[in-house]
């Protein structure tokens, strides 16, 4: 459009700025949406809160126990030995049997030493003759020297006859004693019961028996039920027990038979139960223990002399304590702490110091309550200050209560 007036340019102005209006509009409603699809975005975006098992803590009355490690001997051991040399007849044993208090295990060849019996024998049978004719002498003179028929002096020579025949007969029974005892110990019996070695004398070979002072070692017995178990137990555990004592808070093992629980080699409970039943009497001044042994069941005879095996000690009094699983605790550097979930369902990491496990479970000394949600499973979804989604555990934390 045209004009004299100038309405054209006025038009053209107002055509101008109507489309530029409009295309702000069109951005800002533009940019409102995608904001309101940012958000939308966001929220969509943002996980639930993590699942969690929780338990509290159980509580019940526990006993502290000390671990030592151990070695288990045989409460009795015998070496067997002869006691009269000779050449081997048999070996009446199987090597590793369980032999009895008297089963016959060696015969040594017993006649060289029934001559000898034989030969005492009549030489106890020749003493006896004399003090018969001895006593028969002594009674003629005594007859005698009443008509003086003999002197006082004949008969007191009869009557130191007879003592002789006497002394002469004591000397052939022993010497007839001796050589049957010889032929009894031809016959090596078990002296006590047990499991034997191996035999290390084959029949035929020529042994020592102990006349000479070093007699031939045949083989060896050893007693399995019940078995000892030595341990070593430092100074300060020492010292701990006796201001125990002190206190009146747990026995002395010198006076009453604490009980002591074993654990063998590849298990993960104790097995076996024993009591103490000696301490020594002073402290190994090389290691600063002292040396302590249990008396310990083993009726299924899986115990050998020689093994080891972790003995738990009664170490105090019982108390009340409150007992997570194992599992629950967590290492914070030089810390171990627990994650605890707060009322309002978020995450807190809370210090704990740690008592003795107690049946798969670890008794917390400090740094829990009864009442706290202690989380059990999930540890690893866990973060502090994030919201959880707790579940209580379905039995109480671990085991008994």
């Keep these: 459009m045209t004009g004299p007036d100038g309405s054209e340019r006025f038009v053209q102005k107002h055509d101008f700025v109507l489309p530029r209006l409009c295309a702000i509009a069109a951005l800002i409603v533009a940019g409102v949406a995608l904001a309101g699809c940012d958000k939308s975005a966001s929220q969509a975006a943002a996980p639930p809160p993590a699942p969690v098992t929780v338990a509290q803590p159980v509580k019940r009355t526990v006993t502290d126990w000390d671990e030592f490690t151990g070695r288990f001997e045989a409460v009795e051991e015998v070496q067997v030995r002869p006691r009269v040399g000779g050449f081997v007849n048999s070996v009446e044993f199987q090597d590793g049997a369980i032999v009895h208090q008297g089963d016959l295990l060696y015969v040594i060849d017993p006649r060289p030493f029934e001559a000898v019996a034989l030969q005492a024998d009549g030489q106890l049978s020749d003493a006896r003759a004399k ?9 003629r003179g005594l007859n005698l020297v009443q008509t003086s028929a003999v002197s006082e002096q004949v008969v007191d020579q009869r009557r130191q006859a007879l003592q002789a025949a006497h002394a002469a007969e004591t000397q052939a029974e022993g010497a007839l004693k001796a050589a049957k005892l010889n032929i009894e110990f031809t016959h090596v019996a078990a002296p006590i019961t047990g499991r034997v070695s191996r035999h290390l004398v084959s029949p035929g070979n020529l042994v020592q028996g102990s006349d000479n002072g070093s007699s031939t070692l045949l083989t060896s017995i050893v007693t399995l039920d019940p078995i000892y178990v030595y341990f070593d137990m430092d100074e ?166």
């Design 131 to 139: 003090v018969e004719l001895a006593k028969r002498e002594l009674d």
């Design 236 to 401: 300060t555990t020492f010292i701990k027990y006796s201001k125990l004592w002190f206190e009146g808070r747990r026995p002395s093992s010198r006076d009453t038979a604490n009980p002591v629980q074993v654990t063998l080699a590849g298990e993960t409970k104790p097995s076996h139960d024993g009591a103490i039943n000696f301490l020594d009497n002073r402290l190994d001044v090389s290691t600063g223990t002292l040396r302590s042994r249990a008396v310990v069941k083993n009726t299924d005879l899986s115990i050998l002399p020689g093994q080891f095996g972790r003995v738990r000690l009664i170490g105090s009094a019982p108390y009340e304590a409150l007992l997570i699983p194992d599992a629950a605790v967590a290492t914070d550097q030089s810390r171990k702490i627990v994650f605890v979930v707060k009322p309002d369902d978020t995450v807190e990491a809370r210090a704990v110091v740690l008592g003795p496990l107690d049946d798969g479970l670890r008794v917390i000394r400090e740094g829990l309550k009864a009442e706290d949600r202690v989380i059990v499973n999930g540890i690893q979804r866990a973060r502090v200050g994030a919201k959880v989604a707790p579940h209580m555990a379905q039995a109480p934390a671990g085991g008994k209560s």
